[in-house]
């Protein structure tokens, strides 16, 4: 019984729809180059007639990170020709995080780049934004990861890119898939502009209320000014020996900084390790109970958590007890400021 779904096939890059062909990349390109991978510092330039100079940290996921670009004299770039950028080019990172991909829009093109592969389709045989998402996918990066080279430093060498077999869907296809994926690209810089806007408005409007600079409907006077030891316990924590296999991986949560800064939102619940009561009663690690504010005081100071469920710590914390007439969501945010 075959496993291949009718109107699909099985060729050398897996299943694929039955009208897909397969080709090698170099059949698709008349360009297939690396950029300038000499020393081109003695060329940088801050003359406005200067060249944009295009390298690997300014190349994003379908897009550019442009702070920071470097500009290149102009005969720099008559010499090196061949990294000279036309639009519709795919730039490809070939060292470090390898495989990431963006196109070269119009507003870019007669720049030069560094390091970068560069990728000039044949006209008519390929959508260029097609095979950026595809490079930039899951699927596509795993696959470039095939090819890499080199025994301490990985990269992609362009050699192995010419013959790299790829699919290659009819250009109708292509064109509508690149376009559907564009648009959700855009729905999501959208939805994180929007979500950066909305973090300013309760940034502001915390600095606003935890200051009393505003205050809410229906309360005045004056505010108090206390000591933090006046309104919580301040509790260090513990490491149980390492050496001692009995004294770890029992029921009791032991947070470090690591699990902190691991932890997106402000309660944290899961830690990476657990020790024993044994671990416990052995070390300077004190039970924490829920709701306490796990305080970084060593290496990612002033980082803050919810304690969602009972936790100890390691020495690298101070963290705080609320007591019973403070609210600790209160102390959270003011911490925050």
């Known amino acids: 019984m075959s496993d291949v779904p009718e109107g699909y096939k099985m060729s050398e890059v897996g299943v694929i729809p039955e009208d897909w062909e397969v080709k090698t990349f170099g059949e698709l390109t008349t360009l297939l180059t690396n950029g300038f991978v000499g020393k081109a510092t003695d060329y940088y330039t801050d003359s406005d007639d200067g060249v944009l100079y295009i390298q690997g940290f300014n190349v994003e996921e379908n897009s550019f990170n442009l702070f920071g670009i470097k500009r290149v004299t102009l005969e ?10 036309l639009e519709g080019d795919l730039l490809t990172i070939q060292t470090g995080d ?10 870019l093109e007669g720049s030069n780049c560094h390091a970068l592969i560069i990728s000039r389709f044949k006209k008519g045989k390929a959508i260029p934004k097609f095979f950026s998402h595809y490079f930039n996918s899951f699927y596509g990066r795993k696959r470039l990861k095939d090819i890499e080279t080199g025994s301490t430093i990985k990269h992609l060498n362009v050699g192995d890119m010419i013959q790299w077999l790829i699919p290659s869907p009819p250009l109708p296809e292509q064109q509508a898939i690149a376009s559907a994926l564009s648009d959700v690209d855009a729905l999501i810089t959208a939805l994180e502009q929007l979500i950066t806007k909305k973090r300013n408005i309760k940034k502001g409007t915390m600095q606003q209320l935890l200051t009393g600079e505003k205050r809410l409907p229906g309360f005045g006077g004056e505010w108090e000014v206390k000591k933090l030891g006046e309104i919580a316990d301040i509790i260090s924590g513990g490491t149980p020996s390492t050496i001692i296999s009995e004294f770890w991986n029992g029921d009791i949560k032991w947070c470090t900084p690591t699990d902190i800064t691991r932890t997106k939102q402000k309660y944290l619940l899961h830690t990476e390790k657990n020790i024993s009561e044994k671990g416990l009663k052995n070390s300077s690690a004190t039970l924490l109970p829920v709701g306490a504010l796990l305080l970084c005081s060593r290496a990612t100071i002033g980082e803050i958590r919810i304690a969602k469920d009972v936790v100890c710590t390691n020495q690298g914390f101070k963290s705080l007890v609320c007591k019973k007439s403070f609210d600790n969501q209160f102390v959270y945010y003011l911490l925050l400021l």
């Open 98 to 107: 390898i495989g990431l991909t963006t196109i070269v829009p119009k507003e």
């Open 76 to 85: 720099f770039h008559k010499q090196h020709t061949k990294s000279y950028l």
